[in-house]
């Protein structure tokens, strides 16, 4: 599994992105996916996870509400939808793969992609 995020930019306060995380060669179909980010200086930390199916999603604390992961496995992509976007979620978001849990403790997830940088100023 070669996971690929993208979708990441600089945006206002306020505004609105799109992540995306696909994989080129493998149906993502059978795994859970998670989004986690990481800001300078800062741990790792979930922001929100979908299981294989899609019918199961949850968002931390920090974005709940504003924040929506959806997939759609005929894509073979996951998405995360951030919306009315704050300073403090400036981070590099990583999509990540596992088969077993859906929790967002980021050690439990052996399938990393490269990050996207978001970044959110006036």
């Known amino acids: 599994v070669q996971l690929q995020a993208s979708g990441g930019g600089l945006v206002q306060p306020g505004g609105f992105l799109r992540l995306s995380c696909t994989d080129s060669g493998v149906a993502l179909d059978n795994y859970n996916i998670g989004w986690f980010r990481q800001a300078p200086g800062k741990e790792r930390e979930g922001v929100a996870v979908i299981n294989a199916r899609g019918d199961t999603a949850d968002h931390s604390r920090a974005v709940a509400g504003r924040f929506i992961v959806s997939r759609n496995n005929a894509k073979n992509t996951v998405y995360l939808q951030m919306n009315r976007l704050k300073p403090e979620d400036t981070a590099v978001y990583y999509c990540?793969?596992?088969?077993?849990?859906?929790?967002?403790?980021?050690?439990?997830?052996?399938?990393w992609g490269q990050g996207t940088q978001v970044t959110v100023s006036s």
């Open positions: 990540a793969a596992n088969t077993i849990t859906t929790t967002f403790n980021p050690r439990a997830w052996d399938i």
